[in-house]
């Protein structure tokens, strides 16, 4: 079964950037998607990007779109984050996952991180 671990998290300033990265233990089955999903305090976990493995399948939360963007699985069993003009609302604990369907819904997705926390200040 594959592992997954994030890594990147951090603090950053209003409109500063991070990039954040999921490595998986194994390579994923070619009908693979990965995500991005966030924890805030207090709130419940949602969706915030997916992405095919081979990538070029983008989809996002309205309220990261244009800011963040999703990469496709790369050689390295990796994939990543990059998150741009972040806002103090983008503060939360990040999770990648794994599933087998396009689909936003948490619960398609059967792998996860342990998360990474990201505090934006302002």
């Known amino acids: 079964q594959v592992q997954l671990v994030e890594s990147g998290g951090g603090s950053v300033q209003v409109g500063g950037s991070l990039r954040l990265s999921c490595t998986a233990s194994?390579?994923?089955?070619?009908?693979?998607?990965m995500a991005w999903f966030r924890q805030a305090p207090g709130k419940e976990r949602e969706f915030v990007a997916l992405?095919?493995?081979?990538?070029?399948?983008?989809f996002y939360a309205d309220s990261v779109k244009g800011r963040f963007t999703i990469s496709g699985w790369n050689a390295k069993n990796t994939w990543y984050l990059q998150m741009n003009s972040l806002r103090t609302e983008d503060t939360a604990v990040y999770y990648c996952a794994v599933g087998s369907q396009y689909d936003s819904n948490q619960r398609s997705y059967e792998t996860w991180g342990q998360g990474t926390q990201v505090t934006v200040a302002s």
């Open positions: 194994g390579r994923p089955y070619s009908r693979s998607v």
């Open positions: 992405n095919r493995w081979r990538g070029g399948s983008e």
